[in-house]
Protein backbone atom coordinates (compact mmCIF):
# COMPACT_ATOMS: atom_id res chain seq x y z
CA UNK A 1 0.00 0.00 0.00
CA UNK A 2 2.59 2.85 0.70
CA UNK A 3 4.27 1.58 -2.54
CA UNK A 4 1.04 2.17 -4.53
CA UNK A 5 1.01 5.23 -2.64
CA UNK A 6 4.38 6.54 -3.11
CA UNK A 7 4.06 5.60 -6.76
CA UNK A 8 0.76 7.45 -6.93
CA UNK A 9 2.50 10.59 -5.44
CA UNK A 10 5.66 9.96 -7.65
CA UNK A 11 3.44 10.04 -10.84
CA UNK A 12 1.29 13.09 -9.64
CA UNK A 13 4.68 15.00 -9.13
CA UNK A 14 6.00 13.77 -12.64
CA UNK A 15 2.82 14.93 -14.14
CA UNK A 16 2.80 18.29 -12.20
CA UNK A 17 6.32 18.82 -13.96
CA UNK A 18 5.52 17.79 -17.08
CA UNK A 19 2.26 20.80 -17.23
CA UNK A 20 4.66 22.94 -15.49
CA UNK A 21 6.95 22.35 -18.44
CA UNK A 22 4.58 22.92 -20.93
CA UNK A 23 3.04 26.13 -19.28
CA UNK A 24 7.05 27.49 -19.10
CA UNK A 25 7.41 26.68 -22.75
CA UNK A 26 3.90 28.06 -24.05
CA UNK A 27 5.07 31.23 -21.45
CA UNK A 28 8.53 31.80 -22.87
CA UNK A 29 6.85 31.40 -26.36
CA UNK A 30 4.57 33.82 -25.72
CA UNK A 31 7.29 36.10 -24.85
CA UNK A 32 9.43 35.79 -27.56
CA UNK A 33 6.30 35.80 -30.19
CA UNK A 34 5.42 39.43 -28.18
CA UNK A 35 8.78 40.48 -28.47
CA UNK A 36 9.76 39.48 -31.94
CA UNK A 37 6.00 40.80 -32.63
CA UNK A 38 6.75 44.52 -31.06
CA UNK A 39 10.71 44.96 -32.39
CA UNK A 40 9.25 44.45 -35.92
CA UNK A 41 6.66 47.23 -34.93
CA UNK A 42 9.22 49.73 -34.30
CA UNK A 43 11.67 48.67 -37.10
CA UNK A 44 8.68 49.48 -39.41
CA UNK A 45 7.86 52.74 -37.31
CA UNK A 46 11.33 53.90 -37.72
CA UNK A 47 11.49 53.39 -41.23
CA UNK A 48 8.42 55.33 -41.71
CA UNK A 49 9.64 57.91 -39.47
CA UNK A 50 12.71 57.74 -41.16
CA UNK A 51 11.56 58.32 -44.57
CA UNK A 52 8.97 60.75 -43.51
CA UNK A 53 11.30 62.78 -42.29
CA UNK A 54 13.97 62.59 -44.97
CA UNK A 55 11.05 63.47 -47.56
CA UNK A 56 10.29 66.55 -45.08
CA UNK A 57 13.74 67.92 -45.34
CA UNK A 58 13.99 67.72 -48.85
CA UNK A 59 11.17 69.75 -49.41
CA UNK A 60 12.05 72.64 -46.63
CA UNK A 61 15.71 72.84 -48.81
CA UNK A 62 14.01 73.20 -51.94
CA UNK A 63 12.12 75.96 -50.08
CA UNK A 64 15.09 77.78 -48.86
CA UNK A 65 16.70 77.68 -52.10
CA UNK A 66 13.89 78.73 -54.65
CA UNK A 67 12.48 82.18 -55.24
CA UNK A 68 8.79 82.97 -54.41
CA UNK A 69 7.15 80.31 -56.69
CA UNK A 70 9.59 77.53 -55.28
CA UNK A 71 8.64 78.86 -52.00
CA UNK A 72 4.78 78.07 -53.33
CA UNK A 73 5.71 74.98 -54.76
CA UNK A 74 7.84 73.77 -51.45
CA UNK A 75 4.72 74.79 -49.00
CA UNK A 76 2.54 72.60 -51.10
CA UNK A 77 4.71 69.45 -51.14
CA UNK A 78 5.23 70.26 -47.23
CA UNK A 79 1.50 70.20 -46.75
CA UNK A 80 1.50 66.61 -48.62
CA UNK A 81 4.36 65.45 -46.77
CA UNK A 82 2.61 66.20 -43.28
CA UNK A 83 -0.54 64.66 -44.84
CA UNK A 84 1.69 61.87 -45.25
CA UNK A 85 2.89 61.85 -42.48
CA UNK A 86 -0.54 61.86 -41.00
CA UNK A 87 -1.44 59.05 -42.51
CA UNK A 88 1.56 57.47 -41.73
CA UNK A 89 1.30 58.21 -37.98
CA UNK A 90 -2.73 56.73 -38.64
CA UNK A 91 -1.35 53.78 -40.15
CA UNK A 92 1.14 53.15 -37.28
CA UNK A 93 -1.03 53.57 -34.61
CA UNK A 94 -2.96 50.99 -36.41
CA UNK A 95 -0.38 48.39 -36.58
CA UNK A 96 0.63 48.63 -33.57
CA UNK A 97 -2.75 48.19 -31.94
CA UNK A 98 -3.07 45.43 -34.02
CA UNK A 99 -0.11 43.96 -32.71
CA UNK A 100 -1.05 44.27 -29.39
CA UNK A 101 -3.83 43.14 -29.65
CA UNK A 102 -2.44 39.72 -31.79
CA UNK A 103 -0.19 39.40 -28.61
CA UNK A 104 -3.36 39.75 -26.27
CA UNK A 105 -5.03 36.67 -28.45
CA UNK A 106 -2.02 34.42 -28.27
CA UNK A 107 -1.77 35.50 -24.43
CA UNK A 108 -5.60 34.22 -24.16
CA UNK A 109 -4.78 31.07 -25.96
CA UNK A 110 -1.77 30.09 -23.72
CA UNK A 111 -3.80 30.76 -20.53
CA UNK A 112 -6.16 28.20 -22.49
CA UNK A 113 -4.04 25.77 -22.93
CA UNK A 114 -2.64 26.26 -19.33
CA UNK A 115 -5.72 25.81 -17.98
CA UNK A 116 -6.95 22.74 -20.34
CA UNK A 117 -3.65 20.83 -19.15
CA UNK A 118 -4.06 21.73 -15.37
CA UNK A 119 -7.25 20.20 -15.61
CA UNK A 120 -6.45 17.17 -17.40
CA UNK A 121 -3.86 17.35 -14.51
CA UNK A 122 -6.54 17.56 -11.73
CA UNK A 123 -8.54 14.83 -13.14
CA UNK A 124 -5.45 12.40 -13.04
CA UNK A 125 -4.72 12.94 -9.80
CA UNK A 126 -8.28 12.59 -8.22
CA UNK A 127 -8.15 9.22 -10.18
CA UNK A 128 -5.30 8.13 -8.09
CA UNK A 129 -6.45 9.88 -5.16
CA UNK A 130 -9.86 7.47 -5.49
CA UNK A 131 -7.50 5.07 -5.80
CA UNK A 132 -5.84 5.19 -2.58
CA UNK A 133 -7.04 2.74 0.20
CA UNK A 134 -6.83 5.28 3.59
CA UNK A 135 -9.66 7.52 3.38
CA UNK A 136 -7.01 10.08 5.18
CA UNK A 137 -5.03 9.64 2.04
CA UNK A 138 -8.09 10.83 -0.25
CA UNK A 139 -9.22 13.64 1.57
CA UNK A 140 -5.76 15.19 1.49
CA UNK A 141 -5.27 14.55 -1.82
CA UNK A 142 -8.74 15.43 -2.88
CA UNK A 143 -8.27 19.01 -0.93
CA UNK A 144 -4.71 19.35 -2.02
CA UNK A 145 -5.84 18.99 -5.66
CA UNK A 146 -9.47 21.66 -4.86
CA UNK A 147 -7.06 23.67 -3.84
CA UNK A 148 -4.84 23.78 -6.92
CA UNK A 149 -7.70 23.71 -9.10
CA UNK A 150 -9.07 27.56 -7.22
CA UNK A 151 -5.48 29.11 -7.94
CA UNK A 152 -5.29 28.36 -11.20
CA UNK A 153 -8.89 29.50 -11.96
CA UNK A 154 -7.82 32.27 -9.92
CA UNK A 155 -4.76 32.78 -11.88
CA UNK A 156 -6.58 32.07 -15.37
CA UNK A 157 -9.45 34.32 -14.35
CA UNK A 158 -7.30 36.86 -13.14
CA UNK A 159 -4.85 37.04 -16.24
CA UNK A 160 -8.01 36.77 -18.65
CA UNK A 161 -9.03 39.89 -16.70
CA UNK A 162 -5.96 41.79 -18.01
CA UNK A 163 -5.79 40.95 -21.51
CA UNK A 164 -9.38 42.38 -22.16
Known amino acids: MAAANTNATNATKA ?27 NANASKMTEETVAQMKAVSEKARQGSAEMTDKALENFEKGSKQFEENTARIQEFNAAMAESSKAGTRAAVDQYETAAKGLFDLQRKLAGSATSDWVKDAATAQIQFAEDVTAAWAKASRNLLK
Open 15 to 41: AAEEVKAAASKATTQTAAATKAAADKA
